[in-house]
């Protein structure tokens, strides 16, 4: 891909950017949100079409006006979000669009026959005619894969394909990949976790503000490197962090708390004010079911939650928040904010009370103002307090999340990975807030499956294996082995 | 000064677009109906003064029960009740103010008791209200689709009407008690109201069904687009889970806009029943549930929920109004109205979401892949 | 600004769609602006749309044919008083000087037909709203239908027999009316007639109330079909049942399978209305009330403001005939 460059409306999304890769090559894109390298992508997989610039495959020029052209090329895409449809089983996912007939109807004994090979090259153990639901994400995105390989991709698209796979799935992924690449298959690969990068990349290229930063080949790949082209300057590392807060003790507890998705166990801890409770585990292990019961969105089944000795009322949201327990939740395109709402609209929409006036009627002023403030005190980077939150990149979208909270009194603070798909420059800014927090008094509670801000956050962590806490480890007892350890059952007791 | 004009046909994208369609058909149904010797400003029919009292009292009636259904709409619900609603509370409405021997038999009949008009109408926006409120427990609290439970709706109510009138039709007349207030109030103009009279000059012809719905209006205008409730009846369409996740009872909310909904109906009803001097309650209010639901897209709401405005849906509701207004005015065949009013909805939208390219879109030949 | 251009090259799109659209639907009806002097404006409106008035319109436009100062708007209704009276109030806009209304429910809507009947002459058609002030009322005397009938059955069955009778809502007033007739006429005779099923307008129940009939009087002689879908669905059971040289059938109205029936002698007889002459007759007295100035009592309005317009009795060999003649009326308007 030579020069491109593509405009959007108002800005600039990529300024002659250059791309190559050669067959069988494993690149890794990086670069913070917003550097254009989804835009970049996009252009390569048929989705935007460049304003200027060419394109070359296998020495040809090649218009790519089409999804469909861009797998006619050979470009397989593996999105981010799994373009899937789990009421389907995997051989239909594989082949869906192109389904073979036989007689006008579907024949689906071929396509179980043709997707068996590809799962088989993938180290995917499941029958064809599985359902997708029944599978866990990571092999759902080997389907995913499975999908762009059967439709004889040269070039596999890998954005962020991580971000939601277990510790042992993202190693299995990352075999995969290696794989792929001996097989002569290249293999672009968008991610943040500079750790994975590391160890599967043949050549890093990063991107930074839509133009090119620079490239590593394999021997100069290193976290520090990464760091410097994506940002520009050398970042700190997560700094080690050592508390220095006087902790106000039981400020929240938990008691007996009983989820929906493990009704047989029960979870006790607590968290004193001014202490950072770092959650560890696996996916489903039940921490974001846990932090839901406890905030009263999904409520308990059975237990307690406690702040300040009072106890509240089992399963209600309202009264969390009254009472100064918020949720900054996993998921904050779904249930952290109203995407389309202004930043001022999501900032009050929990406090909404405070701002109205004996009829009910919002005094806007007032309400701007607060907003303003926060935009102001969290840096959040926006045009207006009036922008849409949709338009706002993932960090400053988190940002607004905990705006909403802090705007408010806050006690206790359950974050549920903060920094998920938030580009790393951010991700220090919301590490600073956190501890800013815990500083003010505020118990926080925060929840991740990325070992380094678990590490490098929490004053304590506690690790959860299916339902239950199966260890507890402090500052001297930290590590990522000890977590894994734990995360994958700990101790037989 | 242009400049705010333009920032302001940018905030309301929608209803600046749709006003302008609106002033076209008007334009156009203007210009069409000119005729020599007809007393309307440029000899056009539709200027006649009779004409734009036709109009107004037809848009107050519309316009509520519309208002209402795009509440319901805003929190990405829907109501398909109304016109079946409207039918049963009218029948009710008439057995209230009928005496029990002149009406027909049935269970119904027999149980409701005469009473005077006006209390009447206190029983009608009563139940009218506890049936929207109950439309939207089912939808909020227990989370039942609602286009299955108003569909239900739709067709019981429209059913309970014909029974309980035992298929034949109810008339105003039948009344033994002096109605003619009630006829004012819900078919005369604020003239015949104040002074018994509509002849005083241009105020006093406005329709009372307009004076409602500017009423309506205003109130609906402020709850919605300056009031806790109506904020979050924006969030809950917007994104209901994080709303909830933002401690707002999202079922309550979507309860009491059902509960809007129901109560802008029965209100409707009344000058509705009037208008018709009677109830068949096969036909009474039949497809008004789709009118509102038109009126409401056309004038910006999503059927995804969390868009919409009530000046917006005035300005469907008027479209839809002077489009049949239009038809009949013409003289185009009958029967070519509902016709040309889906045309319309639709060019409408069409542009409205892609300009021309949704034109040449539509009929561009689909590239041959190879 | 580029929003504002936008916002005219769509308004400017819009009107271009709109003016096509409206050119298109004046091509091909609309208002007929004919050249020369202006016409005075007639309307007629239906209760809803039937085959009926489309024989109506028939007569209707022949009116319109025979005079060069008349145009008539022909209106259907929907079946609903709020649809009649939007077009009226759009006809009344339009300056129309008469109308010729079917109300569809004529007691509920006194008080909007003495409000058209303030602005334009009003009469009613096929259904009478009595206490209104409408000039007066053309239509049929479904008694004499009703007696029509029982002369047919006298003829068909001379020697007497039980009779059942057939209608889909047995307290509508040309039901209950030409019930009346059929019973006054048959009265003395050895006709009996038993009684009146009826089917609320659901053609299966009306079907198995023919066919419980024959199977509950197996003596059966004679059944009468009181609206126009009765009679082919007693055929039907009786072909069924094989009887057909047993039982006598009499239907009303001009449905086509009635017709072929009754040459084939299936069907004894029918008897029509003649929606035609209503159109016709409707138009010609409106003119002559708007533009001749003529009051009811000069064009030999009985007293009762109620003109009857005779019903026909078709019989044996006259059934295709009818049946074509339906087909030109219809043929006729388009």
């Known amino acids: 891909m030579e020069n491109i460059t593509k405009r959007f409306p108002g800005v600039v999304a990529l300024e002659q950017v250059r791309f190559e890769i050669c067959e069988g090559e494993i690149v890794a894109l990086i670069g913070e949100n917003g550097a254009g390298k989804s835009t970049l992508m996009n252009i390569l997989g048929g989705v935007h079409q460049p304003d200027e610039g060419e394109i070359e495959v296998a020495g040809q020029a090649a218009k790519i006006r089409s999804v469909s052209d861009a797998n006619a090329l050979g470009v397989g895409f593996v999105h981010q979000e799994l373009n899937i449809l789990d009421n389907l089983d995997v051989g239909a996912n594989v082949y869906l669009g192109r389904e073979p007939r036989r007689l006008g109807l579907i024949n689906r004994r071929k396509i179980a026959a043709d997707t068996r090979p590809y799962l088989e090259v993938l180290g995917l153990d499941v029958d064809p005619e599985t359902p997708l639901a029944a599978l866990s994400i990571g092999q759902q995105q080997m389907v995913e894969i499975a999908k762009a390989l059967s439709k004889d991709a040269k070039i596999i698209i890998m954005d962020e394909p991580t971000s939601s796979l277990t510790l042992s799935e993202t190693e299995r992924l990352l075999e995969v990949i290696h794989d792929l690449g001996k097989n002569g298959i290249a293999v672009i690969y968008i991610s943040h976790r500079l750790g994975e990068v590391n160890q599967c990349a043949d050549r890093v290229v990063a991107l930074r503000d839509g133009c090119n930063a620079g490239e590593l080949r394999r021997e100069e790949i290193n976290h520090d490197a990464m760091v410097r082209l994506m940002v520009g300057r050398d970042l700190e590392r997560t700094p080690s962090h050592v508390s220095t807060r006087a902790l106000d003790s039981k400020r929240f507890t938990v008691s007996n708390l009983r989820s929906s998705l493990y009704p047989n166990r029960k979870v006790s801890f607590e968290v004193a004010g001014g202490e950072i409770l770092g959650m560890a585990g696996l996916v489903g292990a039940g921490r974001s079911e846990l932090a839901q019961a406890a905030f009263g969105v999904d409520p308990p089944l059975e237990g307690c939650v406690n702040i300040d000795g009072a106890s509240l009322k089992r399963g209600s949201v309202k009264e969390s928040i009254r009472a100064g327990l918020y949720l900054a939740p996993e998921d904050r395109k779904q249930t952290g904010l109203v995407l389309e709402f202004e930043i001022i609209q999501n900032i009050t929409l929990a406090s909404l009370g405070s701002y109205a006036s004996r009829f009910g009627l919002i005094d806007r002023d007032a309400e701007r103002a607060e907003a303003e403030r926060q935009v102001e005190s969290l840096r959040i980077k926006t045009p207006s307090a009036c922008t849409a939150a949709i338009n706002l990149s993932g960090g400053n979208q988190q940002k607004v999340v905990l705006g909403k909270w802090l705007s408010m009194n806050p006690k206790v603070i359950i974050f549920d990975e903060p920094t998920r798909g938030i580009d790393v420059g951010a991700k220090n800014e919301i590490y600073k807030l956190i501890r800013k927090l815990a500083e003010r008094g505020v118990a926080i509670w925060m929840i991740s499956s990325d070992m380094e801000e678990v590490l490098g956050v929490s004053d304590r962590i506690v690790v959860m294996h299916e339902g239950r806490i199966s260890g507890e480890l402090q500052r001297d007892a930290f590590g990522e082995e000890a977590i894994m350890h734990l995360a994958v059952g700990g101790p037989k007791t | 000064m242009t400049n705010s004009i333009v920032n302001f046909a940018n905030q309301h994208r929608r209803e600046t677009g749709m006003l302008g369609l609106l002033f076209i058909l008007v334009s156009i149904t203007t210009i069409g109906t000119i005729e020599e010797g007809i007393e309307g400003l440029f000899n056009s029919m539709f200027l006649t003064p009779d004409n734009l009292k036709n109009l107004a009292r037809t848009i107050g009636i519309y316009g509520i029960f519309s208002i209402g259904v795009g509440i319901v709409i805003i929190t990405a619900g829907i109501d398909l009740s109304v016109g079946s609603l409207m039918a049963l509370l009218g029948v009710i409405f008439l057995y209230f103010v009928t005496p029990p021997g002149t009406r027909p038999d049935s269970a119904l009949a027999r149980g409701i008791p005469e009473v005077s008009w006006p209390v009447a109408v206190f029983w009608i926006l009563v139940i009218g209200t506890l049936v929207g409120f109950l439309h939207g427990l089912l939808v909020g609290k227990l989370k039942l689709q609602a286009f299955v439970v108003t569909l239900c709706g739709l067709l019981s109510y429209r059913g309970l009407a014909r029974f309980y009138a035992n298929d034949t039709t109810v008339n105003v007349g039948d009344a033994s008690q002096d109605l003619s207030m009630a006829r004012k109030l819900g078919d005369g103009s604020l003239g015949d109201v104040l002074y018994g009279n509509a002849e005083k000059g241009m105020l006093h012809n406005v329709p009372m069904t307009f004076i409602y719905l500017i009423v309506f209006a205003v109130v609906a205008t402020i709850v919605l687009h300056r009031s806790v409730l109506g904020r979050y009846i924006f969030a809950t369409g917007r994104n209901e889970l994080a709303t909830k996740y933002s401690g707002v009872n999202t079922g309550m909310v979507i309860a009491i806009a059902y509960l809007i909904a129901g109560f802008c109906t029965a209100f409707a009803a009344i000058p509705f029943c009037i208008y018709t001097g009677s109830v068949q309650p096969a036909t009474h209010g039949a497809f008004f549930e789709l009118y509102a639901i038109a009126a409401a897209v056309l004038g910006g709401c999503s059927l995804r929920g969390g868009e919409g405005s009530i000046p917006g849906i005035l300005i469907g509701t008027t479209i839809l109004i002077v489009l049949r207004n239009m038809v009949n005015l013409m003289g185009y065949p009958t029967p070519l109205s509902d016709a040309i009013t889906g045309g319309v909805i639709f060019i409408g939208v069409l542009v409205d979401q892609h300009g021309a390219t949704g034109f040449k879109r539509l009929f561009k030949r689909k590239p041959k892949a190879a | ?334």
Not at chain 3, 15 to 23: I, K, N
Not at chain 3, 137 to 155: F, I, M, P, S, W
Not at chain 3, 161 to 190: H, P
């Open chain 3, 1 to 334: 600004m580029t929003l504002m251009t936008s916002l005219i090259s769509r308004s400017a799109f819009c009107f271009l769609a709109l003016t096509c659209v409206t050119s298109i639907l004046t091509s091909c009806g609309g208002s007929k602006k004919s050249g020369g002097k202006k016409k005075v404006r007639l309307a007629f409106v239906t209760n809803a749309s039937a085959d009926f008035w489309a024989y109506a319109q028939a007569g209707i436009r022949q009116a319109e044919a025979e005079f060069d100062d008349i145009e008539v708007e022909f209106k259907v209704g929907d079946g609903s008083a709020a649809k009649q009276r939007e077009l009226c109030e759009a006809l009344l806009v339009r300056g129309v000087k008469g109308i010729a209304i079917s109300p569809t429910n004529p007691s509920g809507q006194k008080e909007m037909l003495n409000e058209w009947a303030e602005k334009a002459a009003l009469i009613t058609v096929d259904s009478d709203a009595v206490d209104s002030n409408r000039k007066f009322y053309l239509g049929t005397d479904n008694v004499a239908a009703g007696r029509q009938a029982g002369e047919l059955l006298k003829e068909a069955l001379p020697n007497g027999g039980k009779v059942m009778a057939f209608v889909g809502l047995g307290d509508q007033a040309n039901a209950v009316e030409r019930y009346r007739g059929l019973k006054e006429a048959v009265e003395g005779t050895k006709i009996e007639i038993i009684d009146l099923r009826t089917d609320e307008v659901d053609f299966g129940k009306a079907r198995r109330n023919a066919e419980d009939t024959l199977t509950n009087y197996p003596d059966i002689a004679g059944m009468v079909g009181l609206w126009s879908y009765n009679a082919p669905l007693i055929l039907e059971a009786v072909r069924d049942k094989g009887v057909l040289d047993q039982v006598k059938i009499i239907g009303f109205d001009e449905d086509p399978r009635t017709l072929k029936a009754i040459d084939k002698g299936e069907i004894h007889g029918t008897v029509v209305q003649k929606p035609y002459e209503f159109g016709y007759q409707a138009i010609v007295a409106l003119r002559a009330m708007v533009i001749e100035g003529k009051t009811p009592k000069d064009l030999e309005i009985p007293a009762t403001n109620q003109k009857f317009i005779e019903t026909l009795v078709i019989r044996k060999g006259e059934g295709l005939n009818y049946l074509k003649k339906c087909e030109a009326w219809k043929a006729s308007i388009k």
